[in-house]
């Protein structure tokens, strides 16, 4: 079952083609995404490159 949250509503989706959508989505997703460590150092980065940008 997947759970899709919009603007003005929800649904809950239970229709096994778009479970198997919904799925390989957060997979592609969870595979682009940063781990710990890189994610630390690019919001430590962002953070400083702020900090200059107020001075």
């Known amino acids: 079952m997947v759970y899709?949250?919009?603007?003005t509503?929800?649904?809950y989706l239970d229709r096994p083609?778009?479970?198997r959508a919904?799925?390989?989505l957060?997979?592609?997703r969870r595979a682009?995404?940063?781990g710990?460590?890189?994610?630390?150092?690019?919001?430590?980065r962002?953070?400083?490159d702020m900090e200059r940008q107020q001075t």
């Not at 899709?4 to 603007?7: G, H, Q, S």
């Not at 710990?36 to 430590?44: A, D, G, N, Y």
């Open 36 to 44: 710990p460590v890189e994610s630390r150092k690019l919001i430590l």
């Open 22 to 24: 919904y799925t390989r």
């Open 32 to 34: 682009a995404a940063l």
């Open 9 to 11: 509503d929800a649904d």
């Open 17 to 19: 083609n778009a479970v």
């Open 26 to 28: 957060w997979d592609r």
């Open 46 to 48: 962002m953070a400083d």
């Open 4 to 7: 899709v949250e919009t603007f």
